[in-house]
């Protein structure tokens, strides 16, 4: 009897993982520019948020801030919103065109995660999906920073007050996620301009116009953290 017992479990184990697998691999060849239908999503959010960790919390503390999340915003704009748009609303046809498509960060199935896992989402991405990882790329204060950031794109008001000042400063515009980003007063970064600003025909004007437009304040936040690799 006993010996049954565990032959049949091992089997169906088998059996189970053999059907997963084949369910697996049957979504390869297929086309990423169809929405999932809503019972995957469904199950794909209920895992992710069981199963996403937390971020350990910052050495020093990372003040939620207006002026930390403007350079959330400021980093958000170049890293971020080549996929999940300005807004973060996800709302155009290159977002739609992902399997899954690009999460709306003002949702309620995004807003949901603790402050801690939306660190780790940057920090780590999401495999399988187009959401990568950023840990060799972003820092951790800046990763913070960014958190704060999304979560006051939830907040209608909050979004388009910090929209106004991005523009102010020259911020609001889509550069290359991966880029090196120019901070005024970097000159090493200097070279770099070209591949940071993806849209600019004339990148020496642009580079120009965002150190008119830095204020003080910002000046001082954006000399405080580094990208990792310069
Ligand atoms: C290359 C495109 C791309 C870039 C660039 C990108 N993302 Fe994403 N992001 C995605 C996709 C696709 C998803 C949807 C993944 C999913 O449904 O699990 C996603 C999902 C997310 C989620 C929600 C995860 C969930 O469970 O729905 C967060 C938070 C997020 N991204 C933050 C960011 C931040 C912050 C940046 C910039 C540092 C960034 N993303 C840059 C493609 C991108």
Redesign the pocket.
């Known amino acids: 009897m006993k010996r049954q017992f565990w032959v049949g479990l091992i089997a169906g184990i088998i059996v189970c993982g053999i059907i997963g697998g084949v369910f697996g691999l049957s979504l390869v060849g297929k086309k990423a520019t169809v929405e999932p239908p809503e019972w995957e999503?469904e199950m794909?959010?209920m895992m992710?948020?069981r199963k996403?960790p937390e971020a350990a919390a910052p050495a020093t503390r990372i003040e939620n801030s207006e002026e930390n999340i403007l350079t959330g915003g400021e980093?958000?704009g170049h890293?971020?919103?080549?996929?999940?748009d300005l807004e973060?609303d996800?709302d155009s046809d290159f977002?739609k065109s992902?399997?899954?498509?690009?999460?709306d960060?003002a949702?309620p199935?995004?807003q949901e995660?603790s402050d801690a896992q939306?660190k780790w989402?940057?920090d780590n991405?999401?495999r399988y999906?187009?959401?990568?990882g950023?840990e060799k790329?972003?820092d951790d204060a800046t990763?913070w920073k960014?958190?704060y950031?999304?979560r006051a794109l939830a907040n209608p008001e909050k979004a388009e007050k910090l929209e106004e000042v991005l523009k102010e400063r020259g911020f609001w515009k889509i550069g290359a996620?991966?880029a090196e980003h120019h901070h005024p007063g970097e000159e090493a970064a200097g070279e770099q301009l070209e591949h940071t600003h993806a849209e600019g025909a004339e990148p020496e004007h642009e580079h120009e116009e965002q150190g008119e437009h830095h204020g003080g304040a910002v000046q001082e936040e954006t000399h405080e953290h580094s990208h990792g690799e310069h």
């Open positions: 999503e794909a959010t992710k948020h996403i980093h958000f890293h971020c919103a080549v996929c999940h973060g996800a977002a992902f399997y899954p498509p690009v999460a960060l949702s199935d995004v995660y939306l989402i940057i991405g999401i999906t187009g959401m990568p950023w790329i972003i990763q960014i958190v950031y999304m996620p991966t």
